[in-house]
């Protein structure tokens, strides 16, 4: 009988970290293909706050292969408790939560591109930092900005070809989420 690890190790895409993504592999879900699909994913993420930090690090966990990281924020002591890729070193220096965030990313999975942007999403620069993304999460805490994302998505989305985005939001013991395909399911405008 073959090893857990042997088993995985046949299974992995070439030059992936055998070890690390083996649980991945063997779960059908996601498999060979799905692993080699987050490899090659861009996903970007507009805020590193509570939502933010803890979907960076998931993702860049599970080894989705580039993450672009917006926030104009930096790290204070009230974060701490909640913020899960930041620490008292960070807030004592006031590190850009972008930065700070691209820095323990880096701490358990250096084969993650982290391109940190220490900037708030507005019109003028929405098209440079988000060009190269799969997949955009919002998780920002004002409407003017997802509405910006939402416009963006729906304008970069062509026929069959939608630039998905999710709506996330946690206030208190409250959240919501929204998964958007522009042209295949309403848009936050649509609804809002």
Same mark, same amino acid.
């Given at each position: 009988?073959?090893?857990?690890?042997?088993?995985?190790?046949?299974?992995? !895409? $070439? *030059?992936?970290?055998?070890?690390?993504?083996?649980?991945?592999?063997?779960?059908? !879900?996601?498999?060979?293909?799905?692993?080699?699909?987050?490899?090659?994913?861009?996903?970007?993420?507009?805020?590193?706050?509570?939502? *933010?930090? +803890?979907?960076?690090?998931? %993702?860049?966990?599970? *080894?989705?292969?580039?993450?672009? %990281?917006?926030?104009?924020?930096?790290?204070?002591?009230?974060?701490?408790?909640?913020?899960?890729?930041?620490?008292?070193?960070?807030?004592?220096?006031?590190?850009?939560?972008?930065?700070?965030?691209?820095?323990?990313?880096?701490?358990?999975?250096?084969?993650?591109?982290?391109?940190?942007?220490?900037?708030?999403?507005?019109?003028?620069?929405?098209?440079?930092? %988000?060009?190269?993304?799969? %997949?955009?999460?919002?998780?920002?805490?004002?409407?003017?900005?997802?509405?910006?994302?939402?416009?963006?998505?729906?304008?970069?989305?062509? $026929?069959?070809? !939608?630039? $998905?985005?999710?709506?996330?939001?946690?206030? *208190?013991?409250?959240?919501?989420?929204?998964?958007?395909?522009?042209?295949?399911? +309403?848009?936050?405008?649509?609804?809002?």
């Amino acid at each position: 009988m073959q090893s857990a690890n042997t088993l995985a190790e046949a299974h992995v !895409p $070439p *030059g992936a970290d055998a070890d690390r993504y083996s649980r991945q592999v063997l779960f059908a !879900p996601i498999g060979e293909a799905g692993q080699q699909r987050l490899a090659a994913a861009t996903v970007a993420i507009v805020g590193c706050g509570a939502t *933010g930090a +803890a979907a960076a690090a998931l %993702l860049a966990r599970a *080894g989705v292969g580039t993450l672009i %990281l917006i926030d104009r924020d930096f790290v204070e002591q009230s974060n701490l408790q909640r913020q899960v890729l930041f620490d008292e070193a960070d807030a004592e220096a006031a590190t850009p939560k972008a930065e700070a965030a691209r820095h323990q990313i880096a701490r358990f999975n250096g084969d993650v591109q982290v391109h940190a942007h220490v900037a708030d999403l507005v019109p003028d620069n929405i098209h440079a930092l %988000l060009a190269n993304a799969d %997949l955009i999460l919002d998780a920002t805490d004002n409407f003017e900005t997802r509405y910006l994302i939402n416009d963006y998505a729906v304008q970069q989305s062509g $026929p069959g070809k !939608p630039l $998905p985005w999710i709506y996330a939001a946690a206030v *208190g013991a409250y959240a919501a989420t929204m998964n958007i395909l522009p042209g295949e399911t +309403a848009c936050l405008a649509c609804l809002f």
